[in-house]
């Protein structure tokens, strides 16, 4: 009878997972004016950007961007980032950042493999865009690297200026660097004009 008993609170608790796991994700999709969009409109993302990066052949080092991402968001949850564009459009996808501290003297960023493919996922609630990107090159004057991998952003709130979201890093919590170190994106942005439902 125990065996029986066992049995049933293992098929109840292996349904009662199922039921969790299909319910944390669900559909989400790009708003303009509170309503859906029937095609992919053209959109501009301003960005605050941090890329933190530990050991490698280069050392640690952090700098700070500030750039508008351009590109296209919708119909649903699609988006796509086409070109990097810095804050007084004089730099196309060569963009001047801050040294904080660290290696990378004289910092310029340029974007891996555009165009990078996103989409929007919604888990227990909270709307995040997944960035299929060829990472972010950093140039500097005693060398460069390249740090890559899949990035999360994850949405805060629509805003007045449209939807506001946070980098929280790489999916696995670090990026793989070229020179063997490993790097963190961390930040804010907002789609300025689109709003996440």
């Known amino acids: 009878m125990r065996r029986g008993v066992t049995l049933t609170m293992t098929i109840l608790l292996l349904v009662a997972v199922g039921a969790l796991a299909a319910g944390t994700a669900s559909a989400t999709q790009w708003l303009k004016g509170g309503k859906s969009l029937s095609s992919a409109e053209s959109a501009e993302i ?30 649903g949850m699609a988006d796509k980032i086409t070109l990097l564009v810095n804050l007084s459009a004089t730099e196309l996808d060569l963009v001047s950042c801050t040294r904080l501290n660290g290696f990378c003297f004289s910092p310029v960023v340029h974007p ?86």
């Open 112 to 197: 891996e493999k555009l165009p990078w493919n996103t989409e929007l996922v919604l888990i227990f609630g909270v709307t995040w865009d997944y960035v299929e990107s060829g990472g972010l090159e950093l140039v500097c004057t005693f060398g460069k690297v390249l740090c890559s991998g899949r990035v999360q952003v994850k949405f805060t709130k629509n805003g007045a200026n449209g939807a506001e979201s946070e980098y929280v890093g790489a999916e696995s919590g670090e990026q793989t660097c070229s020179d063997g170190g490993k790097g963190t994106y961390t930040g804010r942005a907002t789609a300025l004009g689109f709003t996440v439902s």
């Open 46 to 75: 301003v960005a605050n950007i941090r890329l933190s990066k530990n050991g490698g052949a280069l050392g640690a080092g952090e700098v700070e961007c500030n750039f508008y991402l351009e590109g296209t968001v919708g119909p």
